[in-house]
Each structure stands twice: as structure tokens, then as C-alpha cells.
């Protein structure tokens, strides 16, 4: 761009107040076209501004969420075909054939396919090892094949047992602290046995931990319950990261 300067001109020039190089220019005897300087300082910034962004350091990337949390507990029931709940006794009865699984962490305490005190002869205990449950006993019966041992450290992801289409269903639900039987047979639960009356507040609690892991409710769930539920036994079940 041609600066429009004319060297070699006598004598002091005017210059606007407005244009200090126009000043500085008439001191130094020579005519510059103030307008034409600003524009070529302007085009040369420019380039200059943008050099500047392009080097600049990028902004700090955002640290990447954390995982969710890995659940406490999941559905024991998950895989069964054609589940379908039946009613809460001591515990929860349910048709359907597949594979069942521990509620979370456990130990194996019984595994028989064969026990005359429930149809179908099935018995699993395990005892769970976390969660808000920890310590406490859980029955699998009926129409059940046990397919892990007596003192079988078990995951939520270890299938248990198989349930079979054998005309009884299973059930599962609260045993009692040695295994032997349903909780709600014990004296402190309010001793209700095989013949009821139905649903026991035992039974009731097991079925809202169920439902809670996404199982299908039960058809009387609602109902009153009878005898009592141990103080032992948790009364909510949120916060179970399912």
C-alpha cells in the first residue's frame, strides 16, 4: 500500500489535533496521509491478533464422571422364563423354569434337591455377606435343583439353582438364623407355618425387597400381614443401587 509520502517538503505543515501522527509527521517535514497509516496499522494487528489466538493454550479438558456405582443387590429372578408371582406365605411364590441367583454376596449354608418338608423337595440357604441384609438367611425351595455346595462363597452373578416347571413353583423368602426352616416359623415372627394365615409380615418384608429389585408383585401384596417381623429385618429398602 502506498503511504502517500512526499519527502522533501520545506517547512513546517498543519496537522489536526486528531491526528498525532499527522503531527509528529508536519515536526519531521514530511506529509503523511494519517487515514492510510491507521489502515495499514489496522491490517497489520490483525494478523498479529490472530497469531496470538492460534497459540494460546487450550482450555483444561473436564475431568471425566466417575462410574456409576457397581448395585448392592440385583434380581434373583432375572433370567426365570415365564415368571410369574403367585402369592406371599412365609415367603414369595412364584411359577416359571430358569436359573435363579443369590439376592448379592453370600455363602451357601444348605443345598439339597430333595427335602420332604416343602413340595418339589428343593432347599437352598445362603447367607448374605452385604448390603442392609448382611448377616441375614435367605430360603430358595420347592421346585428347585441346587447347583452349588454347602460353604460356596456365591456372587449375584452365580446361578444357585434351576427351577424347574414341577407343579409347586418355588419359594423363597427370610429362613430362620440356622437354616432349617422359613423365619416366619420361629416364635419371635409370630409361628406361622405351612397352613397360615398368609401373608406374613416376613413374607411381606422378602416381597418389597423383590419388588424393589424389579420383580413383579405379588397379587396380594397390599394386604394386611400377619404375626411379626424381627426386629433384625430392615423396614425400607432404597438406596440399593439397582
Not at 42 to 58: F, H, L, Y
Not at 151 to 178: L, R
Request: proline residues 11%; charged residues 10%; glycine residues 14%.
Amino acid at each position: 500500500m502506498a503511504l502517500n509520502l512526499s519527502p522533501g517538503v520545506s517547512g513546517p505543515l498543519a496537522a489536526s489535533d486528531s491526528e498525532p501522527l499527522g503531527q509528529v509527521a508536519a515536526q519531521a517535514g514530511t506529509l503523511v496521509n494519517g487515514a492510510a497509516v491507521r489502515d495499514l496499522l489496522t491490517k497489520t494487528a490483525v494478523p498479529a491478533r490472530s497469531a496470538a489466538a492460534k497459540t494460546r493454550a487450550p482450555a483444561p479438558s473436564a475431568s471425566p464422571a466417575a462410574p456409576p456405582p457397581a448395585p448392592v443387590y440385583l434380581n434373583p429372578l432375572r433370567a426365570i422364563t415365564g415368571l410369574m408371582p403367585q402369592r406371599i406365605d412365609m415367603g414369595v411364590d412364584f411359577a416359571g423354569s430358569g436359573p435363579v441367583y443369590p439376592i448379592g454376596d453370600a455363602v451357601v449354608t444348605n443345598a439339597t434337591g430333595s427335602n420332604a418338608g416343602w413340595p418339589g423337595g428343593g432347599w437352598i440357604t445362603y447367607q448374605l455377606t452385604d448390603g442392609p441384609a448382611a448377616g441375614l438367611m435367605v430360603f430358595v425351595a420347592e421346585d428347585v435343583q441346587p447347583t452349588v455346595q454347602v460353604g460356596q462363597h456365591v456372587t449375584p452373578k452365580t446361578v444357585i439353582a434351576s427351577m424347574y416347571n414341577g407343579g409347586a413353583g418355588i419359594e423363597t423368602g427370610w429362613a430362620m438364623p440356622d437354616g432349617s426352616s422359613a423365619e416366619s416359623q420361629l416364635g419371635v415372627a409370630g409361628g406361622v407355618s405351612g397352613g397360615g394365615p398368609f401373608p406374613t409380615m416376613v413374607g411381606i418384608n422378602f416381597e418389597r425387597l423383590l419388588v424393589a429389585l424389579g420383580v413383579p408383585a405379588a397379587p396380594n401384596a397390599g394386604q394386611a400381614g400377619y404375626g411379626v417381623l424381627p426386629s433384625s429385618y430392615p423396614t425400607a429398602w432404597t438406596g440399593l443401587g439397582t
